[in-house]
């Protein structure tokens, strides 16, 4: 055995593996620093005009596509929730029972202020499945105050089959609701990294949808739907920024396109 080659083998075998190590190290070490410029080039244009910010995480985050069905109601689910949950309320069914919509007997008062607490305890006491949905907004003029389905708390953003609409007279009462619900909510594929919020943002701002001196104040990670069946739904990580309190955006968190979402526009496909 000629132990001299053998010992060379190896000095070269472990060079060999030290060159490798040192070239992965610097390809990371380049994408980290890509990755920071990017961010402080972003960062620095925002505050050249102006526009505000909340803080936002920066570490990488991972997340994967859903899939979820329509909720078809049935008769013998308000007998399983009992008469005192629904026992001030008159409900049919709509839209092959998809929709449920409630008349309530007596109006549930909110103030001038929108006391939603008030609310929030019906919808926990009062409504079938009221733990799944989250606030979204109150219009006053439409005289609406709505909630979307959530998954692990992040909202289905304007998703017509998993909505909670509440509607109120002019006392500021509320005198009924409308409900849809998805359901079989089920993780497809493995969790894929997605875009960072200062990612989404920048996708915005290059687009002149923020304009100087805003403040985005506020920025969340939730849902939309990428293929709308009656039958099924196949849904997409979204980035959610809203602009000065008031205006929402909404950026693909995989591929980071603009998304135009309006519920008026939706349409179901058989």
């Known amino acids: 055995m000629d132990w001299s080659k053998i010992k060379t083998i190896f000095i070269i075998s472990f060079l060999i593996l030290d060159f490798y190590l040192i070239y992965e190290f610097l390809n990371i070490r380049n994408a980290s620093q890509y990755e920071l410029l990017a961010e402080t080039s972003i960062d620095k244009q925002l505050k050249t ?19 979820a069905i329509p909720k078809s109601f049935k008769s013998e689910e308000l007998k399983w929730y009992g008469n005192p949950k629904l026992s001030n ?13 409630s008349v309530l007997k007596k ?28 606030f979204w907004e109150i219009n006053k003029e439409a005289k609406t105050i709505t909630y979307y389905q959530q998954y692990k708390e992040k909202s289905f953003f ?15 009462e509320v005198i009924s609701y409308k409900q849809t619900l998805l359901e ?10 997605i875009l960072k919020p200062i990612e989404a943002i ?14 985005i104040s506020n920025v969340e990670l939730g849902y939309y ?4 069946l009656t039958s099924s739904q ?27 979402l309006n519920n008026e526009d939706k349409k179901i496909v058989e």
């Open 89 to 101: 309320q008159s409900i049919i069914f709509a839209n092959k029972s998809y929709l449920l919509e």
């Open 225 to 228: 739907t990428l293929v709308h």
């Open 107 to 134: 109006p549930l008062k909110l103030g001038k202020g929108y006391e939603m607490s008030r609310l929030n305890n019906f919808i926990n006491n009062h409504v079938i499945y009221g733990e799944q949905y989250r």
């Open 158 to 172: 304007k998703n017509i089959y998993g909505e909670l609409t509440f509607y109120l007279n002019d006392r500021n």
């Open 234 to 260: 196949v849904l997409t990580p979204a980035w959610r920024v809203v602009i000065n309190g008031e205006q929402n955006l909404f950026v693909n968190a995989f591929e980071g396109q603009l998304i135009q």
């Open 202 to 215: 920048e996708t915005l701002y290059e687009k002149g949808l923020i304009p100087p001196n805003s403040n």
């Open 184 to 193: 079989n909510i089920k993780e497809l594929k493995e969790k894929e990294k």
């Open 49 to 67: 005009d102006g526009i505000e910010y909340v803080e936002l995480p920066t570490e990488d985050i991972k997340d994967n596509y859903l899939s």
